[in-house]
Nanobody, 120 residues
Framework: QVQLVESGGGLVQPGGSLRLSCEAS????????ITWYRQGPGKEREMVAG???????KYSDSVKGRFSISRDVAKNTVYLQMNSLKREDTAVYYCNAIVVPTVEARLEFWGQGTQVTVSS
């Protein structure tokens, strides 16, 4: 079982920055993948950025060059640094963890989400 707690959301003006945090209840090096998703109003949930236990990162085309995912292993926390925010980045941001303990098993966990609103 993995509990995920997101924080750092809020209201920011276009062009501004925010840093989201996702704190896990276990050693994040033992979590195969941690991924940020978001769901905007009237939209489907979409992948934003992810990091594997080995440190490999991935980004959606819509945030590449503006967002950066990183981690602090000592704090069991993954961060999403969001720069040059646009109105279309407005969404609830969720942290997702995938643990694959065996070849046959795949466990998935979600945080409660944190609201990001980009508006002037």
């Amino acid at each position: 079982q993995v509990q995920l707690v997101e924080s750092g959301g809020g209201l920011v003006q276009p062009g501004g920055s925010l840093r989201l945090s996702c704190e896990a209840s276990r050693n994040i090096l033992r979590i195969d993948d941690i991924t940020w998703y978001r769901q905007g109003p009237g939209k489907e949930r979409e992948m934003v950025a992810g990091i594997s236990s080995g440190g490999t990162t991935k980004y959606s085309d819509s945030v590449k060059g503006r967002f950066s995912i990183s981690r602090d292993v000592a704090k069991n926390t993954v961060y999403l640094q969001m720069n040059s925010l646009k109105r279309e980045d407005t969404a609830v941001y969720y942290c997702n963890a995938i643990v694959v303990p065996t070849v046959e098993a795949r466990l998935e966990f979600w945080g409660q989400g944190t609201q990001v609103t980009v508006s002037s």
